[in-house]
């Protein structure tokens, strides 16, 4: 074979790589780093046997989704949230659909705002399984509110819980940790960690501060290379949190369902988190397009991503005045899309 033909075929070979990739990005539902962990990196059903792992607002959505996923691998639960019969139907529903057996599920209720209670639970878990491995810190709440329009108690609670009660759990499991110099800390933050949007202003600051705090923190444990400290970042999800966001006034939920259909799915996202578990990813973001093509705007073309962020912004605060709570902006998006996927199909086939 002449030296020619191999280069052809050579470059040939890059630009279907390259092909392939492009194509992943496009149907992307995570960055790079993570897809490339759920295609190449290692499973969760090997790496995450065997261990504690205790979830923060398991009671519902993501929480809830996660421990359902954790039951079908051999690991020991903590279902942490503040009713007690809600978690004790998620116990149950993992005995039925799971592999584990009563003594592997610990129902601890938690308030997470209750800050002198968490070393007293962060004793109790020790005392039932005698080590934490993995702690999740997944409780949290969102809002739905013009900045101008909110009481100084919305922010004040969403910083308490979402910020505050985040790091002081972690504060009294890390010390645990930094003993058997191993373990992992799961923070579930947000997009709105990373960027920012219209009537989420008190949540998007209590998110950013905690991916501030966790990238010092890891930064500062680098000398116990077995503690793996991660961000994990997602866009819209199927979950409450819509109805339970606080509003103007602290006492005053949103309080009802919206359209969830233009969300990922919370299997899907809860799959993706398990994956950046078991490869000890630092920060993955988790979202469909657009959603995940703004963060990377946002990363690398900030200028593009303010101009964008100011229309959408615009057509989201006039809905929002109007009565509409979710994007409906996105939503019209959505029916575009499928659209031209429609058509897309009805071409090829
Ligand atoms: N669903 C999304 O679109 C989305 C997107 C990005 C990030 N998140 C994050 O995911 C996490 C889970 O939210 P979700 O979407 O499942 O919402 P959700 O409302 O369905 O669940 C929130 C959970 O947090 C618990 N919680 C609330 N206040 C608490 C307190 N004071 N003490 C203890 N537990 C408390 C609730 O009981 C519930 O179990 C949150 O941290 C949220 O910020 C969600």
């Not at 949540?203 to 444990?221: D, I, M, P, T």
């Not at 005045?321 to 998006?333: E, Q, S």
Request: charged share 20%; with cysteine.
């Amino acid at each position: 074979m002449s030296w020619e033909l191999l280069l052809w075929l050579l470059a040939l070979g890059a630009l279907l790589a390259l092909l392939v990739q492009l194509l992943r990005f496009v149907r992307a539902d995570g960055d790079l780093t993570l897809l490339w962990a759920e295609w190449q990196g290692r499973r969760p059903e090997w790496e995450l046997t065997d261990m504690v792992i205790w979830v923060t607002g398991a009671s519902s959505g993501i929480g809830e989704e996660l421990v359902y996923q954790l039951s079908k691998l051999g690991v020991s639960l903590v279902l942490s949230a503040r009713r007690v019969q809600e978690l004790e139907r998620v116990k149950r529903r993992c005995l039925e659909n799971g592999i584990l057996k009563e003594k592997d599920i610990f129902v601890l209720p938690l308030d997470l705002t209750d800050r002198s209670s968490h070393e007293a639970a962060t004793k109790a878990v020790l005392q039932e399984f005698g080590k934490i491995d993995i702690l999740v810190n997944n409780g949290g709440q969102s809002q739905r509110s013009l900045c101008v329009d909110t009481n100084l108690d919305v922010f004040k609670e969403l910083m308490e819980l979402n910020y505050l009660g985040t790091v002081s759990l972690t504060m009294c499991v890390l010390p645990h940790m930094i003993e058997r110099k191993q373990g992992k800390i799961v923070t579930v933050n947000s997009l709105l960690g990373i960027i920012s949007a219209p009537l989420s202003s008190g949540y998007c600051a209590s998110k950013h501060a905690l991916r501030g705090f966790f990238n010092c923190l890891r930064v500062e444990l680098a000398e116990y290379p077995g503690i793996v400290i991660s961000n994990i970042c997602p866009g819209p999800v199927q979950s409450n949190i819509v109805k339970n966001s606080l509003t103007e006034e602290v006492t005053k939920s949103v309080g009802i369902d919206t359209v969830q259909s233009h969300k990922m799915a919370t299997s899907r996202c809860v799959r993706l988190m398990l994956i950046s578990m078991a490869n000890d990813l630092k920060e993955v973001w988790i979202a469909d397009h657009p959603f995940l093509l703004v963060v990377y705007l946002w990363q690398y073309m900030p200028t593009w991503a303010w101009w964008l962020t100011n229309i959408l912004g615009k057509k989201r605060i006039e809905n929002f005045k109007n009565g509409l709570i979710c994007w409906f902006t996105i939503n019209y998006y959505w029916s575009w899309r499928k659209k031209f996927l429609q058509g897309c199909r009805y071409l090829l086939l």
